[in-house]
C-alpha cells in the first residue's frame, strides 16, 4: 500500500496535480482584473450600461448653430369659404327735424307740435326745448316725435320738440297715422292727470 502511494506521488503526479490547481484557479482570476476592449464584442455592452460621466464624455459640446435656410415658396391659396348671414341693416341718412314752436302761457299745459320725419325715414332719437316749463312727456311715434308740455312759471314759454331721423333698410312705417293716434290718446291722458292734480 505503502509503495502504491510512493509510486502515485512521482514527479510527474505532482505537475499534473499542480496543473489542475492552475486550470481550476484561473476563471476566478480572469474575472477579478478589468476587462479591456478586446474581451467585449461589438455591441454587447448598450449605452444603459455606462456610467453617467461615460455616457456625458461620449455626447462631447453642441457644435455652432448652421446658418438660416432661405423661404420656401408659399403654398397655393386654399378654397373660398362659404359666404356669411347678413347682418342687420345699418343706419343712413341721419337729420335732425324740429317741430314748429308752440307758446304756453303761464299756468297752461298743452301738447306742441309734432316733428315729423321726411318719407322713407323713422325717428331713432327724439329731443326737445321747454324754455323755463316742464316736459310732461317727449316720445317718438314711428315717424314722428310728439311731446307735452306744462308752463308753471309767471311768463309765457315757447316749447318744441325734435325728432332724429334716419333711413333702417326697409324697416320703415308705412303710416304715421296709428302713432297719431297714439300721440293724441297720451296727450289727453296727460291733461286729465293735471286736471286731478290741480
Excluded at 457644435?63 to 397655393?76: D, K, V
Excluded at 373660398?80 to 308752440?102: E, H, I, Y
Excluded at 322713407?120 to 326745448?129: A, H, L, M, R, S
Excluded at 325734435?162 to 320703415?172: L, R
Amino acid at each position: 500500500m505503502i509503495n502504491k502511494l510512493r509510486a502515485a506521488t512521482s514527479p510527474a503526479m505532482i505537475v499534473a496535480v499542480i496543473a489542475l490547481v492552475f486550470a481550476t484557479t484561473g476563471g476566478a482570476y480572469a474575472a477579478t482584473r478589468l476587462i479591456g476592449g478586446k474581451d467585449i464584442r461589438n455591441g454587447s455592452i448598450g449605452l444603459a450600461d455606462l456610467s453617467g460621466a461615460a455616457r456625458r464624455a461620449l455626447r462631447g459640446r453642441q457644435g455652432p448653430s448652421g446658418e438660416r435656410g432661405t423661404t420656401g415658396p408659399q403654398g397655393a391659396a386654399g378654397p373660398t369659404g362659404a359666404t356669411g348671414p347678413a347682418g342687420p341693416a345699418g343706419l343712413a341718412g341721419v337729420q335732425a327735424v324740429d317741430g314748429a314752436s308752440k307758446r304756453i302761457p303761464s299756468g297752461g299745459a298743452d301738447g306742441a307740435p309734432t316733428a315729423n320725419c321726411p318719407a322713407g325715414k323713422v325717428v331713432i332719437g327724439t329731443g326737445f326745448n321747454a324754455s323755463i316749463g316742464w316736459a310732461g312727456f317727449v316720445k317718438a311715434y314711428g315717424t314722428f316725435v310728439g311731446g307735452f308740455f306744462l308752463n308753471d312759471s309767471s311768463i309765457d314759454v315757447d316749447v318744441s320738440v325734435q325728432a332724429i331721423c334716419a333711413s333702417t333698410g326697409g324697416a320703415v312705417a308705412a303710416s304715421a297715422r296709428p302713432g297719431r293716434s297714439a300721440f293724441e290718446r297720451d296727450v289727453r291722458e296727460a291733461q286729465a292727470a293735471l286736471r286731478q292734480r290741480r
